[in-house]
């Protein structure tokens, strides 16, 4: 149940900390909006508080299109306390219900279709169906309102067959045409502007500091204030600059592909890089717990992504056992030699590509080549054997936040190739596909940091562990590498 007065203090003092925790709506115009909309506050009389945008929307609401509602960060209360529905929706914000059935959706969650039903009206007060209508629709008008693509091209982005069918969806569920919400119509529809907004804290300088001391020339770019890179996304080509505005707690994202078909989830996957759909003061309060008080516990620390789980697990091969600066020097060299030209950059080598190279390129051992072909090669054979059966049986599947997870990315089947062990399993998963629940125990720099502040010692009762820090131990892993 939402506090009023809570609530009511908060949309007064637009204080961003409670940016999604609920929304208030407006009974005289008819308009939803987030606690941080600049817009002069509405009387209180006339004023109803909702713990998530869907119920605005079920209530008859349309969103402000001065604080844009549809883009204020996931919360809880908006996922639900089911860990059924809770999947569901994220598959259906993905686009499962674009390009499946509502029967073959239950049947990958392990329910009947009547039941996904049922849990849909209980929480949401509206069917899967047309949940996955208005998130399309939402996702439509952030490229109406951000981006540069026609009309016809954001239909398709969006998920839509036909420009008419998206004009009566749109109407119908946000009370507004298409054309009220597109102020200009410019001229280059793959190049395109969004704003990815996230609730703070965040801390910037860490996660720039290890982007930065990790970039791959010609493939990635980052600065004081942004991060780039080249990207290949089943089969579309791109890259994107994202730039940090603390201010505004958000990132100006621009963007560049050679098609549109799969920008959404390229979107969801550039989130999950940033790890922009982070609560991070509940992940925080959870850490503190298992820290000593005297520990120099850094705010806003995220998790930083690699594009996928491939790179990641190549990236983490050819880390083993040496500096950072050497791992980004052997990773550059695999780039230059192997990565398909784009532009004037790179994008990361296929996994053809390494598995049909002799890699006398790089100055490692043959063990060590051998284990960057074993993996490639592994992946070379799961793609053949999934060929024409992923899309239609579910088996590619998205991790958090939109990442690509094929049968090739059960990382248990990893530690059959030899060279492969737990430490390069782990590692890859916590970057590549951004599990949260990583510790990385074993580490060095991690032994290090506990030693250092006298963690773990033999007098100590209380024992850090993977399972103290659990589900977060990839962010206490992060948070003591920040001490290093």
């Not at 499962?96 to 929480?123: K, M, P, T, V």
């Not at 540069?148 to 420009?163: E, N």
């Not at 697990?313 to 398909?340: C, D, F, K, P, Y």
């Not at 399993?425 to 290090?448: C, N």
């Amino acid at each position: 149940m939402l506090d009023v007065s809570i609530c009511q203090k908060a949309r007064l003092s637009r204080d961003p900390r409670f940016d999604g925790q609920f929304f208030t709506a407006v009974k005289t115009t008819g308009i939803y909006c987030r606690s941080i909309c600049p817009a002069s506050p509405p009387k209180e009389e006339n004023v109803q508080y909702f713990s998530s945008a869907i119920e605005c929307a079920n209530a008859g609401f349309r969103p402000c299109l001065r604080c844009r509602p549809d883009s204020a960060p996931h919360s809880p209360a908006w996922k639900g306390v089911n860990a059924t529905l809770d999947r569901a929706m994220r598959l259906i914000d993905e686009g499962a219900l674009q390009s499946h059935s509502l029967a073959q959706l239950a049947e990958r969650l392990g329910i009947s279709d009547r039941y996904l039903r049922q849990l849909f009206n209980q929480y949401l007060g509206m069917s899967p169906k047309r949940y996955s209508l208005y998130q399309q629709c939402l996702f439509a008008k952030q490229l109406l309102q951000q981006t540069q693509l026609p009309i016809t091209q954001v239909a398709l982005a969006s998920g839509f067959d036909s420009v008419r069918r998206f004009n009566d969806c749109f109407k119908s569920e946000l009370k507004l045409t298409p054309s009220q919400v597109r102020k200009t119509s410019q001229d280059k529809p793959n190049q395109l502007t969004l704003k990815l907004y996230y609730r703070p804290p965040f801390n910037w300088s860490l996660m720039q500091g290890t982007l930065a001391a990790r970039v791959v020339d010609k493939l990635e770019w980052c600065d004081e204030h942004s991060y780039g890179r080249t990207f290949n996304w089943h089969g579309t080509l791109g890259c994107f600059t994202a730039k940090h505005h603390a201010q505004f707690n958000m990132f100006e994202v621009d963007l560049e592909l050679n098609e549109v078909k799969h920008l959404k989830a390229i979107i969801n996957n550039i989130r999950r890089i940033l790890d922009l759909d982070l609560d991070v003061q509940a992940v925080e309060n959870d850490l503190k717990a298992c820290l000593p008080a005297s520990f120099p516990f850094k705010a806003g620390v995220r998790l930083p992504g690699i594009w996928n789980l491939f790179e990641a697990g190549i990236r983490a091969i050819l880390g083993q056992q040496i500096s950072v600066a050497a791992a980004r020097n052997l990773v550059s060299t695999l780039v230059s030699e192997l990565g398909e030209p784009y532009g004037e950059q790179l994008l990361f080598p296929s996994p053809k590509a390494i598995a049909d190279s002799e890699l006398a390129f790089l100055k490692i051992p043959g063990s060590r080549k051998q284990t960057l072909r074993n993996l490639a090669q592994y992946y070379c054979d799961m793609k053949t054997q999934d060929k024409g059966n992923e899309q239609a049986q579910g088996c590619c599947e998205k991790s958090r936040d939109g990442s690509s997870k094929n049968i090739a990315d059960d990382t248990s089947q990893w530690l059959k190739l030899k060279g492969v062990g737990p430490w390069t399993v782990e590692y890859a998963r916590m970057r590549g596909l951004s599990d949260p629940d990583i510790f990385l125990e074993a580490d060095l720099g991690i032994k290090k940091v506990l030693a250092q502040y006298q963690i773990n010692q033999p007098s100590k009762e209380k024992k850090l562990s993977a399972e103290k820090a659990s589900p977060w131990g990839s962010y206490l892993t992060f948070q003591l590498w920040s001490q290093l």
